[in-house]
């Protein structure tokens, strides 16, 4: 539950830098782009104009990592406490 609420603190936060920086003229917009694009999923019906398109790209590989090392932490931690603990399986 606490890496969910991290991401999802995160993906609020790019959202609002996207209002305090005045790219989306809303904040349902700002969150729907960060969102897709935090994900990865990069629909492509909302872009940035270019000169903003550097701060998708950070906001993506920064999402990509943040995915990829709680995964990485999820297994780590079911092969020490969980139920794939190391040893007690075949």
């Known amino acids: 539950m606490g890496l969910f609420a991290v991401m999802t603190a ?3 936060l ?3 830098l996207y209002r305090l920086l ?3 003229a ?3 917009t700002a969150l729907y782009f960060s969102t897709i694009t935090f994900s990865t999923v990069g629909y492509g019906d909302i872009v940035l104009a270019h000169g903003w398109r550097v701060l998708a790209a950070l906001e993506g590989v920064n999402g990509f990592l943040l995915i990829g090392w709680s995964t990485a932490y999820l297994i780590a931690a079911g092969t020490r406490i969980g139920p794939f603990k190391a040893g007690e399986h075949f």
């Open 10 to 12: 995160e993906v609020w």
């Open 22 to 24: 005045d790219i989306f």
């Open 26 to 28: 809303d904040f349902e």
């Open 14 to 16: 790019w959202a609002n």
